[in-house]
């Protein structure tokens, strides 16, 4: 029979550690499944003014401190956050910072969410390649053309873990290389071994490779900006220092990055910039090992202002203050204005472009195939809520590799069941992955054992 463990909390802190390990180098945890609250009730949404879709690329004006323009979206259908990030060049926690109380793998068909485009740019020198670890971008300035103009690329980034932090500093980038092999490191062996997923010495180049297709050498010895074979762990912190692009931003950073290109690593988690006439602040949260008091943490926003007003000439009497406090502590990870007079982040929001994608093409829905009597199958359990049966599968989806997976009513619960896979071996490593980086322990299965 199968296992139809019932999601408790031993299962749900399993399942929360299990992605999170699936996403970095060396493993780590990931979400539950969990209960989820009841979506909010639908509501006539407002009248926005209609957007195009949010840019990777912008040009650059003389002293323009901020790209982009936040926006809002709706979920269609089954998506994922991580599936609206990825569209859009951002990061997991870019997304799940700006959509605070939205489940990140069931938000739910037709929500409205929070597209956190709008970035200031780091008080960094605008050349060659600048990442701002506490906002998990980097940015790539490009040389001007011709006529003087010069563009700047914004790619969401891995960092590094805290045990693992990615060096500050300017170093520039020494080689680049596509589809290199990866020379595994020692501590990174020693880590998959202690989980039970023994990596090779090497591991050969192509698009399963951890480290991605393409990689750009730094001038710190063992540091490099690369890809990824997990790319939803894209904007988490989940590498052994280096910086970590979805591997479709890295193809368009390889062409266009020189070697020889400066590189320069800052952390900073708060910034002030104007867009037009808004004094703009954006906060991020600090990373741990450089963590801030709230005293501390208004002071250096207080700095950013204040160099910013005087940019302008402005008056410190012209901010809210009260206001700056209060987005210093929600930490919401997008530029919100702060001068007296200018709408508070609801009304900021609720006046947010949106962006209205074309329709998901939903495949004609076919009745269910038979089983195959010859494919073997994982179950994974059966769960009360429909929602966490959801979750589970959109977990597995985005794996890296994925790993095909269906829900099925099931007595009164729902049931998860990973394949089909072809044969016991393929299955048996499939089974492997999953209980290592989901904690979850499932039952192989073939239909004909059941009789089908």
Not at 168 to 186: E, M, N, S
Not at 421 to 434: S, V, W
Request: with cysteine.
């Amino acid at each position: 029979m199968p296992d139809r463990r019932r999601a408790g909390p031993t299962a749900r802190r399993y399942a929360l550690g299990g992605l999170l390990i699936a996403l970095t180098l060396t493993g780590c945890m990931k979400e539950p499944v969990v209960p989820l609250p009841p979506p909010p009730p639908k509501a006539e949404a407002p009248t926005r003014a209609p957007a195009p879709g949010p840019q990777l690329a912008f040009e650059l004006a003389p002293q323009q401190q901020v790209v982009g323009v936040t926006q809002v979206t709706r979920v269609q259908g089954d998506e994922t956050l991580l599936d609206i990030a990825r569209r859009f060049h951002l990061g997991y926690e870019e997304m799940e910072w700006a959509n605070r109380g939205v489940d990140i793998w069931v938000p739910g068909d037709g929500r409205e969410v929070v597209l956190p485009v709008a970035q200031i740019l780091p008080d960094a020198p605008h050349r060659g390649l600048v990442a701002n670890l506490a906002a998990r971008r980097l940015f790539h300035f490009l040389p001007a053309d011709a006529s003087g103009k010069q563009g700047v690329v914004s790619y969401p980034i891995g960092i590094g873990r805290e045990e693992f932090p990615t060096p500050l500093g300017t170093t520039q980038v020494t080689r680049k290389r596509a589809y290199p092999d990866w020379r595994v490191p020692a501590s990174v062996r020693r880590a998959h071994a202690l989980r039970g997923d023994p990596l090779p010495a090497v591991v050969p180049g192509g698009p399963d490779n951890p480290i991605g297709t393409h990689v750009l050498d730094l001038g710190w010895p063992t540091y490099v900006i690369h890809s990824t074979n997990k790319p939803s762990g894209t904007g988490l912190r989940v590498t052994h220092g280096c910086l970590q692009l979805y591997p479709e931003d890295i193809t368009r950073l390889f062409d266009q990055a020189d070697v020889g290109t400066e590189v320069t690593v800052v952390d900073q988690p708060i910034l002030a910039g104007w867009q037009g006439d808004q004094l703009l602040l954006e906060v991020h949260k600090p990373l741990e090992e450089h963590a801030m008091t709230a005293n501390a943490a208004e002071a250096v926003a207080t700095v950013a202002i204040r160099k910013a007003l005087a940019a302008r000439g402005r008056d410190e009497h012209d901010v809210d203050w009260e206001r700056v406090r209060t987005y210093v502590q929600a930490q919401s990870g997008y530029p919100l204005p702060v001068l007296r007079g200018a709408p508070e982040r609801s009304a900021f929001l609720a006046m947010a472009p949106l962006y209205a994608p074309p329709p998901i093409q939903q495949a004609q829905r076919q009745p269910e195939p038979a089983p195959k009597a010859d494919a073997w199958y994982l179950h994974l359990g059966d769960y009360q809520g429909e929602n966490n049966a959801r979750k589970l599968v959109a977990q597995l989806r985005h794996l890296g590799p994925p790993v095909p997976a269906t829900m099925r009513p099931f007595a009164g619960r729902h049931e998860v069941t990973a394949g089909p896979f072809p044969d016991r071996q393929d299955a048996e490593r499939i089974a492997h992955r999953i209980e290592v980086e989901l904690g979850l322990r499932g039952e192989l299965k073939r239909p004909a054992d059941a009789g089908a």
